[in-house]
């Protein structure tokens, strides 16, 4: 019993914020446990993301070697379908290794064509300045018909 209010007291351990009793002491060992296999598990995915390999890895690593070597960066604009899935850790793997960047449109369709364009432009813009004698390969699966070309190089 507790001399001072006349309540009984828990047996456990005692710590700063008051007692812990075993039940307690048991669900905290349990969420800690949940808690370090939630940060292991996202510590994975991190690590799949940033050094997964891609699918044909021979042939992205003799890419990177002639990027590295021609001091290219290469940038990787994606924009499926609803519904369709894309090997991200493929497209991803050379942007991330050459210092290039990744621009991921998740479902584009008519109703975010402004805002498509305005992220397009911006994103061109910040490459304009260091693209030059380039090869633009653009893959549509309904086609596309090109008003305008933003580089610095004549199409």
């Known amino acids: 019993r507790d001399q001072k209010n006349g309540t009984e007291k828990a047996k456990g351990k005692k710590t700063g914020a008051g007692t812990v009793t075993g039940k307690e002491k048991g669900r905290e060992q349990q969420r800690d446990n949940d808690n370090a296999k939630a940060r292991a598990k996202e510590e994975g995915?991190?690590?799949?993301?940033?050094?997964?390999?891609?699918?044909?890895?021979?042939?992205?690593?003799?890419?990177?070697?002639?990027?590295?070597?021609?001091?290219?960066?290469?940038?990787?604009?994606?924009?499926?379908?609803?519904?369709?899935?894309?090997?991200?850790?493929?497209?991803q793997w050379l942007p991330w290794r050459t210092g290039g960047d990744v621009l991921h449109i998740p479902s584009p369709d008519e109703t975010c064509g402004a805002q498509l364009l305005d992220s397009m432009r911006h994103w061109f813009g910040k490459m304009q300045g260091s693209a030059y004698d380039c090869v633009v390969k653009l893959r549509c699966s309904k086609g596309l018909s090109c008003k305008t070309l933003i580089a610095p190089w004549k199409a």
């Open 45 to 91: 995915k991190d690590k799949d993301k940033a050094g997964g390999s891609p699918q044909q890895p021979a042939f992205y690593e003799e890419m990177l070697e002639l990027c590295r070597r021609g001091g290219v960066a290469v940038n990787t604009v994606t924009a499926p379908a609803a519904g369709v899935q894309l090997d991200t850790t493929t497209l």
